[in-house]
């Protein structure tokens, strides 16, 4: 019998330790990350919640002071045919006020919706708002359905236009202002622009106006932060990008979604 071969020597490949110092530098990266994370969305949902405050109490309260002052003024022999109709009316106002709120309410489930539902919730929250802007919408006669949260959608849209009506707020000698949503669908991708004509971004990178913190409004800095995040939760993308002086707008956000 031949002897046994012997096996070739394996070279001595010495086993890696990890780096502590990289690995701890990476841990609080993403813990604080998460951090800010969670500070957004709970920020973001107080601000859309008391939104909704101001547009319920708005509404009701007004209509309340209006029965108020009906019934308080006039007997029940002084009540015309037109004070009845008054009242009625804003009988009906509370109702839908109170149909609205059941709409708009937060809540995390997903289910299909088209994009008008969107907007005209959109003009609901911003009715004060668009008193005092010139709102423009262009929106495809086709119907653009979503699979995705309702409220979510809601909230990284409005916290967009919220972010343009601050910063006309702070923009001085405008003539006009102005807001503008373009949607329309692209394949299987939905496409939303949001025009304003406030004062230009100033940062010499437009794109840290989505840092945490960071604000050209003066504003706490987490609504685009926010928007950000959830674009990239649902595989989408949100940019900014300034326009050229003498058109009607300075800047256009660009959100783009799978649908």
């Known amino acids: 019998m031949s002897p046994k071969s012997k096996k070739p ?3 001595y490949i010495p086993h890696k330790h990890p780096n502590l110092v990289a690995l701890s530098k990476k841990i609080e990266d993403t813990k604080e990350k998460h951090i800010h994370n969670i500070n957004a969305l709970s920020k973001s949902l107080n601000n859309h919640i008391a939104i909704l405050s101001n547009f ?7 209509s309340v002071q209006s029965i108020d002052s009906i019934i308080s003024s006039n007997t029940l022999e002084e009540l015309t045919e037109k004070d ?4 009625k009316l804003n009988l009906q106002m509370i109702r839908d006020t109170i149909d609205n709120l059941s709409k708009l309410a937060p809540y995390g489930k997903e289910e299909s919706f088209e994009f008008k539902e ?4 959109i003009e609901l929250l911003n009715r004060e708002n668009f008193r005092d802007i010139h709102f423009v919408k262009e929106i495809p006669k086709q119907d653009i359905y979503f699979h995705l949260s309702f409220q979510t959608v809601l ?3 409005n916290n967009v236009v919220i972010n343009a009506v601050k910063a006309l707020e702070n923009t001085k000698n405008i003539t006009e ?3 503008k949503i373009s949607a329309r ?3 299987d991708k939905f496409v939303l622009q949001v025009y304003d004509n406030a004062h230009p971004i100033t940062f010499p990178n437009p794109k840290k106006i989505f840092d945490y913190g960071v604000s050209s409004t003066g504003g706490s800095g987490i609504g685009l932060y926010h928007v950000q995040w959830l ?4 595989k989408g993308d949100i940019q900014v990008h300034p326009l050229a002086s003498g058109g009607l707008y300075t800047k256009c956000f660009t959100i783009t979604l799978p649908l």
């Not at 009845?84 to 009242?87: E, K, Q, R, S």
């Not at 969107?118 to 919730?121: D, E, G, K, P, S």
């Open 84 to 87: 009845i109709d008054n009242l």
């Open 118 to 121: 969107v907007i005209n919730a």
């Open 185 to 187: 669908q692209e394949n």
């Open 9 to 11: 020597n394996k070279p």
């Open 56 to 62: 319920v109490s708005h509404d009701i309260k007004n």
């Open 155 to 157: 909230q990284m849209i």
């Open 177 to 179: 202002k102005r807001i």
């Open 231 to 234: 674009c990239t939760s649902y």
